[in-house]
């Protein structure tokens, strides 16, 4: 879990113990942690739902699906390299080998032996385009699945402090009651006996 996450995990925990949404609230306003999207939404929805707590649940989760897909957005562009790095590189061998074979015709063409030398070049020009390829898909994928791993670390997390969270609010104590108001004070009667 970031060090984010926990620190307004507990502090919203703690406010909540209390009973105080406002500090609470405040705590996740002021916070950059992704998991404070998630508490805002349901003190949000907690407040348009006039303090009975209906729909919190469903408000948290929404915004935690949504807090997931911003956490995603950019991991398919590692994806996509780790996929193709391989055939860049298979196409760069292709076309070394395609070159090394033009070279071959050229030397005997000219006159000359057509020996390996001509072709070795070309072909071990051709091999690591192959390597540079596969070197790349593999930084790719091992950084994708470390951030996988990562990501699905902390949308669980997410899950957890949300759950939590809802669970606060449901248990939160009830604010203080306002001390009863005196009953008016009877009209002074008139010292006047009955006639």
């Known amino acids: 879990m970031s060090e984010n996450s926990r620190v307004l995990g507990e502090t919203v925990h703690k406010h909540l113990l209390r009973g105080d949404l406002a500090a609470a609230r405040t705590a996740s306003e002021r916070s950059k942690a992704a998991v404070a999207d998630i508490f805002l939404a349901g003190f949000d929805r907690l ?3 006039r ?3 209906g729909g919190v649940e469903s408000a948290v989760e929404r915004e935690r699906a949504q807090v997931g897909l911003r956490l995603r957005r950019n991991l398919w562009l590692l994806a996509t390299i780790g996929s193709l790095a391989p055939f860049v590189g298979l196409f760069g061998t292709v076309a070394g080998i395609m070159r090394s074979f033009k070279d071959l015709g050229l030397d005997v063409e000219s006159g000359g032996t057509g020996g390996t030398a001509t072709v070795m070049t070309g072909i071990s020009e051709a091999l690591i385009a192959t390597a540079v390829g596969i070197l790349v898909a593999v930084m790719a994928m091992v950084f994708y699945n470390y951030f996988q791993a990562r990501l699905a670390r902390v949308l669980v997390e997410l899950r957890l ?4 969270f809802v669970e606060l609010l449901r248990e939160r104590p009830s604010p203080p009651a306002a001390p009863p108001s005196s009953p008016p004070e ?10």
């Open 47 to 49: 407040e348009r739902a």
């Open 51 to 53: 303090l009975t707590g």
């Open 161 to 164: 402090l949300g759950d939590e």
């Open 186 to 195: 009877p009209a002074a009667r008139g010292d006047a006996s009955p006639a």
